[in-house]
């Protein structure tokens, strides 16, 4: 399996970019310069109008050129910044992928004359056409357009199809939900090429929303006021971020709430997953400093193990292996949140009873019993540990 993140540094949008950055620059100056209509508005782009300021000395550049210099480094500057965010949160790529570099490298032509043989291009008003209507798109779709430049949708074809080339069986996408309508386009051009429908996979990733004091943060990349993905770890923490979002299905909307996930008890749903594991760890220390230790068997001893809470555990934990090869298949990550979530409810009841009732303790007078316990919880503990591990959270052995 190889992760690859496929940037959007071409065209339009980084164009503006540039032009944002410049013009707040110019404003420096001169106040009164006209900021681009659809620029970009967040302070950021202040940050690195200031930054680029220092790093090149654009006085002697002609507008056009200083807004390509502008737009060049401002998105070097931003896709370093992506970088660091997504390796403190645990997500790492292998390959970065630039769209910029499939237009220097002569792909999207070659990908023009690839399509051209097979038939499925036609000229109108100017622009190439391709006949995605042909198979199972709405209607054909504009690869070049009148002024000679290729859309976004012929670099996708492109990146693809050279995806495809280089022999993975298998490709899994992840967009927002806003793209949903570029699923069967995308398709259809590559069925156009012989690739199978089921070849492509796209995840629709739903908008995530941030509330805190009963207020929601509002994100917006024009509007300049949104919340970062380093602001919001600063907030609550690696871990706590990691599983709410893998607490509900991409395809589902998701509400955060701020506050719940700050807490440090069984209301915030890492922490009371987490401190399953951690009590667990404590239960198995306290029997060590008593000379009691996790035996590697059950041989003989699993009579003992009677209580209905004690069978619905093992229930629980015999269902790991099979959802995990499941979610595998589905790639429905959040069952796994809900699963661990689940048995950590077991075993906190379980927990719980021995402190009414100290027979029902996992350390207990019993020697034999309390070893039977023992592999019990250990065997909680070493599933818990693993479906952390799975979705990128620690399993502390205090808290």
């Not at 910029?100 to 002569?106: F, I, P, R, T």
Request: proline share 2%.
């Amino acid at each position: 399996m190889v992760r690859e993140f496929y940037v959007n540094d071409a065209g339009l949008q980084i164009r503006m970019l540039g032009e944002s950055i410049w013009a707040r620059m110019k404003q420096k100056e001169n106040p009164n310069f006209v900021f681009p209509e659809n620029g970009y508005h967040g302070d950021y782009i202040l940050d690195l109008a200031d930054t680029i300021a220092k790093e090149i000395d654009l006085s002697s550049k002609n507008p056009d050129e200083a807004v390509a210099l502008c737009a060049q480094d401002g998105k070097e500057m931003m896709l370093t910044e992506i970088q660091r965010a997504l390796d403190r949160f645990r997500i790492n790529f292998d390959v970065w992928s630039s769209e910029e570099d499939l237009h220097a490298s002569g792909l999207l032509d070659q990908t023009l004359d690839s399509i051209q043989a097979k038939g499925h291009l036609y000229d109108r008003e100017g622009a190439v056409w391709i006949k995605t209507s042909q198979f199972g798109d709405d209607k054909d779709r504009v690869i070049r357009k009148s002024d000679g430049q290729y859309t976004y949708f012929a670099s996708d074809i492109a990146y693809h199809l050279e995806k495809h080339r280089r022999g993975f069986t298998k490709a899994i996408n992840i967009w927002g939900a806003d793209h949903h309508g570029y699923v069967p386009r995308v398709k259809a051009a590559l069925l156009s090429h012989g690739i199978p429908e089921n070849w492509l996979s796209v995840l629709l990733i739903q908008l995530v929303k941030l509330w805190e004091n009963g207020q929601e943060l509002r994100m917006s990349k024009r509007a300049g006021s949104f919340v970062t993905l380093q602001e919001l770890l600063d907030e609550v923490g690696v871990d706590a971020a990691r599983f709410v979002f893998l607490t509900k299905s991409h395809d589902s909307p998701l509400d955060v709430d701020m506050d719940l996930i700050k807490k440090q008890d069984s209301d915030n749903p890492v922490y009371y997953v987490q401190y399953a594991h951690a009590r667990i760890c404590s239960i198995i220390r306290k029997a060590a400093s008593e000379g009691i230790a996790v035996l590697d068997h059950i041989d003989g001893i699993s009579e003992k193990l009677a209580l209905k809470e004690e069978m619905a555990i093992i229930r629980t934990m015999s269902e790991f292996p099979a959802l995990l090869e499941d979610i595998s298949k589905t790639l429905e990550a959040h069952r796994l949140t809900y699963y661990l979530t689940h048995l950590a409810a077991s075993f906190h009841r379980y927990f719980n009873m021995g402190l009414k009732n100290s027979e029902l303790r996992v350390v207990t007078e019993d020697k034999t019993l309390t070893q039977a316990r023992l592999i019990l919880v250990s065997g909680v503990k070493i599933v818990i540990a693993n479906g952390l591990r799975l979705l990128g959270v620690s399993a502390p052995e205090k808290m």
